[in-house]
T-cell receptor, first 113, second 111 residues
């Protein structure tokens, strides 16, 4: 089954404790992206990757890091989480060719205390 | 800052009616436009994409694009209670690499 998976699905942590949210896709997609979704602000793009070892900032990259060492994986790293990073996070992937139809993962709900 | 504007609603329509959802965008060079449906607590799922002026139909859904007016809409015919969800409009940047989403319109279809 073609899918995007994220782990963990729910996470409660404390300020300053480094964490990683994993994202994996099995569709051989070149393009992958991370979003956060907040009430009243909608979905905002954090980082995206056009292919292995190619990443770029989206609209709200501050406080986040990403890496793309393998085509299927695109982890999101919060080196020192803060309460304003409490949010619902989505990973998405798409083929790079043509119109980018994005397929979203199930989401990770993060609470930073 | 590119902007995508949607009426947040809520929009309520009776079952069987036509639901009309609207979206405007600020960047004239945007290339592709998308409508996603998001059920409460779930991830967005693509309904339609459109990149040429005019109408594009897929079953009960019709997307309409007017680049001169920077306007894209989604019509849902014969609305069903299962269509009750939040509908997100998304716009692709001119490079095709970045996406900008509206805040969504909440639709309720009343049986």
């Amino acid at each position: 089954e073609a899918q995007v998976t994220q782990n963990p699905r729910y996470l409660i942590t404390v300020t300053g404790k480094k964490l990683t949210v994993t994202c994996s896709q099995n569709m051989n997609h070149e393009y992958m992206s991370w979003y956060r979704q907040d009430p009243g602000l909608g979905l905002r793009q954090i980082y995206y990757s056009m292919n292995v070892e190619v990443t770029d900032k989206g609209d709200v990259p501050e406080g986040y890091k990403v890496s793309r060492k393998e085509k299927r994986n695109f982890p999101l790293i919060l080196e020192s989480p803060s309460p304003n990073q409490t949010s619902l996070y989505f990973c998405a992937s798409s083929s790079r060719s043509g119109v980018k139809t994005q397929y979203f993962g199930p989401g990770t709900r993060l609470l930073v205390l | 800052q590119k902007e995508v504007e949607q009426n947040s609603g809520p929009l309520s329509v009776p079952e069987g009616a036509i639901a009309s959802l609207n979206c405007t965008y600020s960047d004239r060079v945007s290339q592709s436009f998308f409508w996603y449906r998001q059920y409460s607590g779930k991830s967005p799922e693509l309904i339609m994409s459109i990149y040429s002026n005019g109408d594009k139909e897929d079953g009960r859904f019709t997307a309409q694009l007017n680049k001169a007016s920077q306007y894209v809409s989604l019509l849902i015919r014969d609305s069903q209670p299962s269509d009750s969800a939040t509908y997100l409009c998304a716009v692709n940047s001119d490079t095709g690499n970045q996406f900008y989403f509206g805040t969504g319109t909440s639709l309720t279809v009343i049986p």
